[in-house]
């Protein structure tokens, strides 16, 4: 099954909005990584957050990591059409894996 | 650096026919996976290897093998197609996938596989 599971499925928003995404996860975890996945394209890696820690940033990006909750979020501040892309959380379990979500659209309109 | 490297970038194949998709990386990474991603969905692990002569099976591994004789190198194999398998797959990298000391993946730009 789908670990890290990604919400909204699709998010649409204007230029200079914000846009946050949600990820669940059902077990405990080492770290959690962000992923952005341009159409037709390989994914390109955002950040990593490891289990003892809250927040982190980088640029634009802000990523939180709510153990209690097994939930992070990552907000992109700003947004701009060149931040169109699937976005997904990927979770390292044991066993050396990277467990990804379905993965959330998102559409910044000009 | 060329970073990761897949070939072919597109495939298709009757069912039945078995192929090896090529991966490479030259960044002296010793963990390397292949994924694969069907419409809608996120990525799904194949095979994964945490250094040369050492492979195991990950999420849907039934219908693949992988070897890995070096580092560089991890080619995926599909030993008799079936429409199921028909899907993108992604070979990716990283310095090290170990609990607690885990690190950036490189995904290559994947092989597009059609079975028909």
């Known amino acids: 099954s789908q670990q890290g599971e990604e919400d909204p499925q699709a998010l649409s928003i204007q230029e200079g909005e914000n846009a946050t995404m949600n990820c669940s996860y059902k077990?405990?975890?080492?770290?959690l990584q962000w992923y952005r996945q341009n159409s037709g394209r390989g994914l390109v890696h955002l950040i990593l957050?490891?289990?003892?820690?809250r927040e982190k940033h980088s640029g634009r990006l802000r990523v939180t990591l709510d153990t209690s909750k097994k939930s992070s979020s990552l907000l992109i501040t700003a947004s701009r059409a060149a931040d169109t892309a699937s976005y997904f959380c990927?979770?390292?379990?044991?066993?050396?894996?990277?467990?990804f979500g379905e993965g959330t659209q998102l559409t910044v309109n000009p | 650096n060329a970073g990761v490297t897949q070939t072919p970038k597109f495939q298709v194949l009757k069912t039945g026919q078995s192929m090896t998709l090529q991966c490479a990386q030259d960044?002296?990474?010793?963990?390397m996976s292949w994924y694969r991603q069907d419409p809608g969905m996120g990525l799904r692990l194949i095979h994964y290897?945490?250094?040369?002569?050492?492979?195991d099976q990950g999420e849907v591994p039934n219908g693949y093998n992988v070897s890995r004789s070096t580092t560089e190198d991890f080619p995926l194999r599909l030993l008799s197609a079936a429409p199921s398998q028909t899907s993108v797959y992604f070979c990716?990298?990283?310095?090290?996938?170990?609990?607690?000391?885990?690190?950036?993946?490189?995904f290559g730009p994947g092989t597009r596989l059609t079975v028909t």
């Open positions: 990927a979770k390292e379990t044991s066993g050396s894996r990277l467990t």
């Open positions: 960044m002296n990474h010793e963990y």
């Open positions: 990716a990298s990283s310095y090290s996938m170990s609990s607690g000391s885990s690190y950036e993946q490189y």
């Open positions: 077990t405990s975890i080492n770290n």
């Open positions: 290897s945490v250094g040369a002569g050492i492979t």
């Open positions: 957050i490891r289990s003892n820690e």
